[in-house]
């Protein structure tokens, strides 16, 4: 076949590629938001002039293009090493492997370089819409899973065009492998921060926040802003007045389990005032919506030192104990 | 199931204007709306909004159907829980017409409300009245060649500054063998003594309801569990005095209606709000507003006594007791009282 015969081919598919990667994409962020854990996906059918450049690399070859996976591609980056691998447990679940590798598994101990997860996949049948599976079940494509820092490290490397790390100067070389390095060990620090925290034997704003976070990308899948938060929880967790993260731990979830269907319906029939309600995309929701049925005298009294109390009103509303009542009593 | 109300879905709202009978004899006919107004999501969260803040809150009222009364709302409202599509506008017009007829020349012109929906499948009817400023005119819109009056207008006259007077009431279909009550409603002319009458005609007159439950019962034991829980949980004699003075203030205020929550808020010390809340929860007081009757207490909310240790007693009104009586906690435990005022008589 030419280059132009393969080429033609491709424009044909591209669609279902396409097609293919939007499922997958949307697929991955599902997944991960059903854990409850931030990612950033990333993902891109290629483009004619990838696969045409893919193929003068490799040779131009009917075989080649039928092998190259990665025409469709997916990446997860995850903001900690313990995410990836439970990320990783669900796509095993979620789609058919075809072939998985474990790029670190590659590195000898003394050796630093490209770390991540690969996984080839195609859709599993069972987990698939009938319709959608009909259309590009066949289709295979390949998904990347790694940190923040690994996404870093290679990403600077592929852009610095040292492929194999052998051909480098021995300076250059150093200097890389330093840098995989540091960013391993970045890695590892941000993983035992996020565990201090989880582990914490104090509730405090930073614990709090971990906790809520969770339910908070489960059910409202959007981005918050932290500062905010903490300005909140500084002022909301003392109205609980439990010193025990544990008992925090467990008090929310007990919460957000016996609510979740009342939440979701509250975050639905609202979704048309999130540009001007910011407390709709904050994780601390929850728990202004848990103190106005566990303490609305103190929260009333802790409210209106800092925020606007129509807004504590319109919450309490919203959850169906309406504050009005002793918000406005003179 | 006022907590439940947060699941209201409003699915049919229909409004037609209702007239200021300037005449006696001479009835000025309302403007009714032969098609329903159209609702989006914003204006049905406006409307669940004000419905869960006035039914849904603490300033509610279980009501029953008063079977001898006149008024054919019970009627219709029995009617609208099994109705079909064209039932619905018919029956909304003879709510409004209804209350157009027996409306004075005393009451303003206004909006009348009629609101179809369900909580959590179960039907629920609503009738909301909106008095509108004096010479403020609504213009009807025609859809397909039907008149209406468009919701902004509803909601207009809601967010008016100026609209104090929103009354609702509002029905549960089998409300009366799920719940004890047929319907809720919610009036702010109810907490104001001189309006008493005219919020009284909306209730009774109108939608032909009586309140569940004795206002003067429900006082009585809002005053009797009150005092109950300051003895048994208040240790400090004299925050005991104080919330027991301020207790006789709350109650023999001008105010027609009292409330636990209020109470609390306005009086107590913020650590013990909760409790006491809580407290009249348990011994079943109710938890929102209650019409305010003083009429089985009169005679105990007239005097207080503190009475000591050492047999002495100080007898008085709240009003004399705030004062010229002050009390000081000694570091002994005692409580040393002090009262101002000039000696008049002594009884042996």
């Known amino acids: 076949m030419t280059l132009q015969?393969?080429?033609?081919?491709?424009?044909?598919?591209?669609?279902?590629?396409?097609?293919?990667?939007?499922?997958?994409?949307?697929?991955?962020?599902?997944?991960?938001?059903?854990?409850?854990?931030?990612?950033?996906?990333?993902?891109?059918?290629?483009?004619?002039?990838?696969?045409?450049?893919?193929?003068?690399?490799?040779?131009?070859?009917?075989?080649?293009?039928?092998?190259?996976?990665?025409?469709?591609g997916a990446r997860v980056i995850c903001r900690f090493k313990e995410d990836t691998l439970v990320i990783a447990n669900c796509i095993r679940k979620e789609f058919e492997i075809l072939k998985e590798e474990d790029k670190s598994d590659i590195l000898e101990l003394n050796e630093i370089g490209y770390k991540s997860l690969h996984f080839d996949i195609r859709l599993r049948e069972e987990n698939t819409p009938e319709e959608i599976f009909r259309e590009i079940g066949h289709i295979s494509g390949e998904i990347q899973v790694r940190t923040l820092c690994e996404d870093v490290w290679a990403e600077i490397n592929h852009d610095l065009g040292y492929k194999p790390l052998t051909d480098l100067s021995p300076e250059s070389a150093r200097q890389i492998y330093c840098l995989g390095g540091i960013f391993e060990i970045a890695d590892d620090c941000f993983s035992n921060i996020n565990r201090n925290i989880i582990e914490s034997s104090i509730l405090d704003e930073y614990y709090a926040l971990r906790i809520l976070e969770s339910p908070f990308i489960k059910l409202v899948k959007k981005e918050y802003d932290r500062e905010?938060?903490?300005?909140?929880?500084?002022?909301?967790?003392?109205?609980?007045?439990?010193?025990?993260?544990?008992?925090?731990?467990?008090?929310?979830?007990?919460?957000?389990?016996?609510?979740?269907?009342?939440?979701?319906?509250?975050?639905?029939?609202?979704?048309i005032n999130v540009n001007y309600f910011p407390y709709l995309t904050q994780p601390e929701l929850f728990l202004i919506f848990l103190l106005i049925e566990k303490d609305e005298f103190t929260l009333i009294e802790q409210w209106e030192k800092k925020f606007p109390i129509d807004d504590l009103e319109k919450l309490s509303i919203w959850w169906g104990h309406p504050l009005s009542d002793i918000l406005y009593v003179e | 199931m006022t907590a439940e109300i947060s699941n209201i879905y409003i699915e049919?709202?229909?409004?037609?204007?209702?007239?200021?009978?300037?005449?006696?004899?001479?009835?000025?006919?309302?403007?009714?709306?032969?098609?329903?107004?159209?609702?989006?999501?914003?204006?049905?969260?406006?409307?669940?909004?004000?419905?869960?803040?006035?039914?849904?809150?603490?300033?509610?009222?279980?009501?029953?159907?008063?079977?001898?009364?006149?008024?054919?709302?019970?009627?219709?409202?029995?009617?609208?829980?099994?109705?079909?599509?064209?039932?619905?506008?018919?029956?909304?017009?003879?709510?409004?017409?209804?209350?157009?007829?027996?409306?004075?020349?005393?009451?303003?012109?206004?909006?009348?409300?009629?609101?179809?929906?369900?909580?959590?499948?179960?039907?629920?009817?609503g009738i909301l009245k909106l008095e509108k400023q004096e010479g403020a005119r609504l213009e009807q819109t025609s859809i397909g060649g039907k008149s209406t009056y468009d919701i902004l207008h509803l909601k207009d006259l809601i967010l008016a500054e100026k609209t104090k007077l929103f009354k609702?009431?509002?029905?549960?279909?089998?409300?009366?063998?799920?719940?004890?009550?047929?319907?809720?409603?919610?009036?702010?002319?109810?907490?104001?003594?001189?309006?008493?009458?005219?919020?009284?005609?909306?209730?009774?007159?109108?939608?032909?309801?009586?309140?569940?439950?004795?206002?003067?019962?429900?006082?009585?034991?809002?005053?009797?569990?009150?005092?109950?829980?300051?003895?048994?949980?208040?240790?400090?004699?004299?925050?005991?005095?104080?919330?027991?003075?301020?207790?006789?203030?709350?109650?023999?205020?001008?105010?027609?209606?009292?409330?636990?929550?209020?109470?609390?808020?306005?009086?107590?010390?913020?650590?013990?709000?909760?409790?006491?809340t809580k407290y009249l929860t348990e011994k079943e007081v109710p938890i929102g507003e209650i019409i305010r009757d003083t009429s089985l207490i009169e005679k105990r909310i007239s005097e207080m006594i503190l009475e000591f240790d050492n047999g002495i007693k100080i007898i008085g009104n709240q009003e004399g007791f705030e004062e010229n009586v002050s009390l000081k906690q000694m570091n002994d435990g005692r409580t040393k009282a002090e009262i101002i005022s000039k000696l008049k008589n002594i009884k042996t």
């Open chain 1, 5 to 72: 015969q393969i080429l033609e081919q491709w424009d044909e598919q591209k669609p279902f590629y396409e097609k293919f990667t939007k499922y997958i994409a949307l697929t991955l962020d599902e997944i991960s938001q059903n854990q409850g854990i931030l990612v950033r996906i990333l993902s891109r059918t290629k483009d004619e002039v990838s696969i045409a450049k893919n193929l003068y690399k490799k040779g131009v070859t009917a075989q080649n293009y039928l092998d190259m996976i990665d025409k469709s």
């Open chain 2, 168 to 276: 609702i009431g509002m029905f549960f279909k089998n409300g009366l063998e799920d719940f004890g009550y047929d319907g809720k409603v919610c009036d702010n002319q109810l907490s104001n003594t001189s309006s008493r009458e005219v919020a009284e005609f909306f209730l009774t007159t109108f939608l032909g309801c009586n309140f569940t439950s004795e206002p003067k019962i429900e006082t009585k034991k809002f005053f009797k569990i009150s005092q109950q829980f300051f003895k048994e949980k208040i240790d400090d004699p004299i925050i005991l005095t104080k919330y027991n003075l301020h207790l006789l203030s709350y109650i023999t205020n001008e105010r027609s209606t009292i409330s636990s929550r209020q109470f609390a808020q306005l009086n107590l010390h913020l650590n013990h709000r909760k409790e006491y």
């Open chain 2, 12 to 125: 049919r709202v229909i409004i037609h204007e209702i007239m200021r009978q300037k005449v006696p004899n001479q009835k000025e006919l309302p403007r009714y709306s032969e098609i329903e107004s159209s609702i989006d999501d914003e204006i049905r969260n406006f409307l669940k909004d004000k419905v869960v803040k006035t039914i849904g809150g603490f300033r509610s009222y279980d009501v029953l159907f008063d079977d001898d009364s006149e008024s054919p709302i019970p009627g219709i409202v029995e009617n609208l829980f099994s109705f079909n599509d064209s039932d619905f506008i018919e029956y909304s017009k003879k709510i409004a017409g209804y209350l157009n007829g027996i409306q004075s020349g005393r009451s303003p012109g206004g909006l009348v409300t009629v609101i179809f929906g369900n909580i959590k499948g179960r039907d629920i009817i």
């Open chain 1, 228 to 271: 905010l938060s903490y300005l909140f929880l500084k002022i909301l967790l003392p109205i609980l007045g439990i010193n025990n993260p544990s008992e925090f731990k467990k008090i929310i979830q007990d919460f957000i389990d016996t609510n979740n269907e009342k939440i979701k319906g509250i975050l639905i029939e609202r979704e």
